[in-house]
C-alpha cells in the first residue's frame, strides 16, 4: 500500500509515531457514548490512583497517579466518572489498532497505545498520508490517534507530542516538511525533558549544563555528551540533528519473563487464598506463555505484607523453582509455584500481594537436552493436548470457562475492581447490545 514504482524517485526514508490519545478513556468511550465530554478518570489495581485521564479530567487539575481517594471531592463537585482498569478490553483494542496499522508500513509496537511504522521509497505527501491513517482507525475501531513524522525516531516521537499539543496541526505533525529554521523554532519550544529517552535524573544534569530545550540538546556536543552521560544519549542528540541511530525493529525481542502479579482487594491470611491467587496468576501467565510459543525453566513466587501499614508485623519473602524440564504446562508450572509457596509462607501476617514471574524462557520449538527420567512422549503429547483444548474453550467461550479448581471460585482476595466496564470484546455474556 502506496509504495513507490521502479524507476519513481525515491524519498527520503521516515518514520512515524502513531499514539492513541487518552487511550484507556478512549477504548471506554466506544462502547459508552455517554462518556463523550465527561470528565473520566480510569484508576489502578484496587481503584487507587489514576492511570488514564480524559482531556476534561486533566483540565480540572486531576494529575497522573494522583490517589483516587484525594480528588473525590473535587470529582463529586465536577460529576467526574471513575473506572476501574479493564485490560482485558484495553488489550483487545490494542491487537486491532496495531493489527489495521500494520497494513499501512512496516511496523514496530512499542507499547500498548503505541507503534512505528518505516515510510521508506513512498511516493506520496506524508501527511495526507498520516491524516488517511489517522482517519481510518477513527472510522473503523472508533479510536482517536494522533501521528507524528520525523527522519528519526526520536523526531517522530516528538512531532506525536507537537501533535497532542498544538491544534494547528490537526493530528498529524510532520518535521519532515519543515526547513531547518522552522523545525529549531518547535525544538526550542520543547523542555528537553519531553525527548525520548530523557528521564528525571538526566534532566537535571542536562539543567545543570544549561541545556533545558530539545533544541539547546541537538546544538549539545555530541562526544561530550557520550563521555559524561552514556550511549544511548550520544544517540539521541544524533538523532534530533535528523540521523537515524535507531533502527526499526520489526520483530519484537524474545521476552526474558513473564510477570503476574496483583495487590489483593483485602488482606489475606489464610493460605488456602494465596494458593488460590498463585494458582490463577501462573494460569494467566502460562496462557501468554503458550501465545508466543516459549517454554520456561523456572517459577519465581513472592508474597509480602503492605510496607505502608506500619502497625501490621512485616514479611517479604520469595523464592525460585527450577523444573527438570522448560514447560508451558499450566498444571505443572501450578505443582512448581505452589511448591514454592509452601516453603515461604508464615502464619500470623496480613498478606497484601503475591506474584508469580515464570523464568529463562526458551521457544518451545527449540532444540534441547531432555531431562535423564523425562515423562514418556505420550503423557508429554496428552499435556500438550490437554492446554491446546483448554486455550481454545476459553478463547471461544471467554476467558476461565476451563480453569484448574485450585484458583477458586469465590476469591475474596481478588482487587477491588467496583467500576468496572463489561468485557465487550472478549466475553460472550458481556458483548454490547443495540436497541432499537
Known sequence: MGRGHPGDQIRLAMFAL??????????????NPRLMGRPVVVLSNNDGCAVARSEEAKALGIKMGVPWFQVQSLARKHGVIALSSNYTLY?????RMMSLLGQFAPQEIYSIDECFLYFDGFQMDL???????RQRIKHWLGLPVCIGIGPTKTLAKLANHIAKKQPYWKGVCNLGTLPETALN????????????GIGRRLREKLHHLNIRTALALKCADTDLIGRM??????????????????????????????????????????YSELQEAVTSYITRAAEKLRCQSLLAHAVHVYIHTNPHRKRDAQYRQGITVTLTEPSCDT???????????????????????????LMELVPADALRQTALFAHGTTMADKARTLM?????????????????????????????RNHKSPCYTTEWKELAEAHC
Open 185 to 196: 523554532n518547535l525544538l526550542a519550544g520543547i523542555e528537553v525533558g519531553e525527548v525520548w
Open 91 to 95: 488489550a483487545d483494542m490494542s491487537n
Open 127 to 133: 501527511t495526507v498520508y498520516g491524516q488517511t491513517i
Open 229 to 270: 552521560f552514556s550511549i544511548t544519549a550520544k544517540r539521541t542528540v544524533t538523532e534530533l540533528r535528523g540521523m537515524p541511530a535507531l533502527r526499526l525493529d520489526e520483530v519484537a525481542p524474545a521476552r526474558q519473563q513473564i510477570l503476574c502479579s496483583r495487590s489483593f482487594g483485602m488482606p489475606v491470611t489464610l
Open 388 to 416: 491446546t483444548t483448554l486455550d481454545l474453550v476459553n478463547r471461544r467461550m471467554g476467558k476461565d470457562t476451563l480453569a484448574l479448581a485450585g484458583a477458586g471460585t469465590v476469591k475474596n482476595w481478588h482487587m477491588k
Open 331 to 357: 498444571i505443572k508450572l501450578t505443582r512448581a509455584g505452589l511448591w514454592g509457596l509452601a516453603r515461604i509462607y508464615r502464619t500470623g501476617y496480613r498478606y497484601n500481594k503475591a506474584g508469580i514471574m
Open 18 to 31: 502513531i499514539d492513541g490519545n487518552n487511550f484507556y478513556v478512549s477504548c471506554e468511550r466506544v462502547f
